[in-house]
């Protein structure tokens, strides 16, 4: 059997073993619940102080002088005091260190948690602050497998917590236009959409497992969930995108937006089958996730389609200096582009600001919009959404429907590329042991995400 799969057995057998670990770690939830207040301060707790975390940090503070840092945990000692430097210098005030990201649940003045970590560590954290009354900023992608993002799900309409995925797009003006547009009927009935991930990345080269890590890492908890083994620097910061243990490459990291995307415009939930194909053909290097990767999922009387290289420098993502500009991309060699192909018209899409263009047989544009890079105005909506108690532009539930659209792209790549039949409303692969063997990952105990949350 693979690493990582779970027989149907050990998939039955299960729940004792969380409900096990569960007890090590669970909490109370407060007797008494509230929402922010329209004038009042919004505590937040900060679980990850990596690049991404840092960004939200000092973006999140220049729209919002009404936020209280309250909190900031990492396992990384030195990003740690990193990060409270950080938030010291923007707000004038150093958040407390947290070791346990359960420090930040049990005080009952924070109102919301952001867990910006690796994806491995996304589900836990974000069940735990549901149970514990606190709304949540996860980054993407929802989770590390299709199950524990069910019971993200789960966690948010038990609580009624707010739980906001980071797909940015979402909050874009001109996302919800495109998808008028095509609601209108004026690109005509939809039965293909192609989505683009290209651009270059680095091979990550080789590294042995060392004998310690590096001073100040706690290690075991940056490990978390995820099977227990040797300090290696390839699957440490940031590298531990492209190992099945932690994550699942690129079509997780960055196609998730793409295809997130993709999916509204397509006005699609679940597939009905899925095949993939690639492989590791550009870099010999340390990687396990495919630099190469072709992906195609079968809807009702559509077809979407996802390319994903890794090695290709003419391939960009749009320029940070023309994301919040009225540029248009260079389509041809946009990286991050959507293909909407209509009967009577195609549509080009870019998720960083670019807007979208329609183009029909006269190969001119007829119809377009654009707009600012939407990251602020999602960042908004969030904080928006603590007051109001409506559910937020990237709901939970629409971003796992999205991941999951990665998670069994990927379960058919690993399952040597066969077409799988997929049952979106029981989640699982009809008939095929081996594909539902990667549904669900075997947790680590006490990192045990819980059967009932």
Not at 296 to 311: G, I
Not at 331 to 349: A, C, Q, S
Request: charged share 25%; glycine share 8%; proline share 5%.
């Amino acid at each position: 059997m693979k690493r990582n799969q779970m027989s149907r057995r050990e998939l039955l057998n299960h729940s004792a073993v969380a409900a096990a670990g569960m007890a090590a770690v669970s909490l109370a939830r407060p007797a008494s619940l509230r929402a922010a207040g329209a004038n009042e301060r919004i505590a937040i707790g900060f679980m990850g102080c990596g690049g991404r975390g840092t960004f939200l940090l000092n973006e999140m503070f220049a729209r919002n002088k009404n936020l209280d840092f309250a909190y900031m945990c990492d396992p990384d000692a030195k990003r740690l005091a990193a990060g409270i430097k950080n938030a010291e210098k923007a707000t004038g005030r150093a958040p407390k260190a947290a070791k346990d990201y359960r420090e930040i649940l049990e005080d009952k003045n924070v109102h919301a948690l952001f867990v910006v970590t690796p994806d491995h560590w996304h589900a836990l954290p974000t069940i735990h602050a549901c149970q514990a009354g606190k709304d949540v900023y996860v980054e993407k992608p929802a989770s590390h497998s299709v199950w524990e993002g069910r019971k993200m799900v789960e966690a948010a309409r038990k609580y009624n917590r707010i739980v906001q995925l980071g797909t940015q797009t979402r909050s874009g003006r001109y996302t919800r236009e495109a998808v008028e547009y095509i609601r209108s009927g004026k690109l005509g009935k939809v039965h293909l959409i192609h989505v683009l991930n290209m651009k270059e990345r680095k091979s990550i080269g080789h590294a042995k497992d060392a004998e310690a890590p590096p001073p100040g890492v706690d290690y075991d908890r940056w490990l978390g969930p995820a099977p227990k083994r040797k300090f290696n620097p390839n699957r440490f910061h940031y590298c531990w995108h492209w190992f099945w243990d932690y994550s699942g490459g690129d079509i997780i990291n960055d196609g998730v937006h793409q295809l997130d995307i993709a999916r509204w415009l397509a006005g699609q939930g679940s597939p009905s089958a899925v095949s993939a194909t690639g492989g590791r053909f550009a870099y010999d290097d340390d990687q396990e996730t495919p630099d190469t990767q072709v992906v195609t999922w079968d809807f009702d009387k559509l077809t979407m389609v996802f390319e994903n290289v890794l090695w290709a420098p003419y391939m960009k993502k749009m320029e940070w200096n023309t994301r919040d500009t009225d540029a248009y991309p260079n389509w041809p060699f946009d990286g991050m582009r959507i293909e909407v192909y209509g009967e009577k018209g195609l549509m080009f899409f870019e998720r960083h600001g670019g807007g979208w263009q329609v183009f029909d047989e006269s190969e001119k544009p007829i119809s377009q919009s654009n707009d600012r890079h939407p990251h602020y105005a999602h960042l908004d909506n969030f904080f928006e959404c603590l007051k109001s108690r409506k559910r937020p532009n990237a709901d939970i539930e629409e971003g796992h429907l999205s991941t999951v659209l990665c998670q069994i792209g990927n379960i058919s790549y690993r399952c040597d590329g066969r077409k799988l039949k997929w049952d979106g409303k029981q989640e699982t692969f009809d008939n095929d042991e081996e594909a539902n063997g990667y549904l669900k990952r075997t947790y680590r105990d006490p990192y045990v995400v819980p059967e009932t949350v």
